[in-house]
């Protein structure tokens, strides 16, 4: 799994290659991939990697000076998000009510974009969050859940010649986690690549 991660952070460094980035209004939309890693604690903790195909959409504003400022909505699908113990056991086997399986992040942003200089523009990003999958709900109670929180992000983005390519290193905190009884938190840190039309 680290070998894949660190593959897509490869991939996404190399998209960065540079041309010309400007701050337009309007729409825009694309897809995404990267990686991310997850991090579940409740009477005790488990994690996974796990890659991430994403769609995103929003609007952007042209402000003075070359900023920007927008909101936007994302949808990630995580494949192989299967938690685990430190020790290599399995997340669904009783042991503690924690996550065992994520399977998808939406997040709801803002953002502000700030020319570094005729090439990147650096975007600060943040907003909500919400996560669903399984989830453990006391001894061999496993359920559908989703959790909530916030997100913050931070990226640069630059124009080529088939849209703009957005590389952006994001920190998701979730905690408020239903049906279930259990409180049990959702740590995750994301890098990925995006292009955008």
């Known amino acids: 799994m680290k ?3 660190c593959a897509a952070v490869a991939l996404s460094a190399s998209l960065l290659g540079a041309s010309a980035a400007s701050a337009e209004e309007g729409f825009y939309y694309g897809g995404s991939i990267g990686g ?3 991090r579940s604690e409740s009477f005790d903790t488990t994690s996974t990697g796990s890659i991430a195909l994403g769609v995103v959409a929003g609007y952007s504003f042209a402000l003075q000076n070359g900023w920007s400022a927008g909101v936007e909505g994302s949808f990630d699908f995580l494949t192989g998000g299967a938690m685990s113990y430190s020790d290599g056991q399995p997340s669904c086997t009783s042991r503690s009510p924690d996550w065992c399986d994520v399977n ?3 997040r709801i942003r803002g953002f502000i974009g700030i020319p570094m200089n005729d090439n990147i523009e650096f975007l600060a990003m943040g907003g909500f969050a919400t996560a669903s999958g399984l989830a453990e709900d006391g ?6 859940s989703r959790t909530r929180g916030f997100t913050v992000g931070v990226g640069a983005q630059t124009e080529t010649g088939f849209g703009t390519t957005r590389f952006e290193l994001i920190y998701d905190q979730m905690s408020n986690i239903t049906p279930n009884s259990y409180d049990k938190t959702l740590k995750v840190i994301s890098i990925k690549t995006s292009i955008l039309f």
């Open 104 to 106: 998808n992040i939406a």
């Open 139 to 144: 001894p061999g109670t496993f359920v559908d």
């Open 3 to 5: 070998t894949k991660i």
């Open 36 to 38: 991310s890693s997850l």
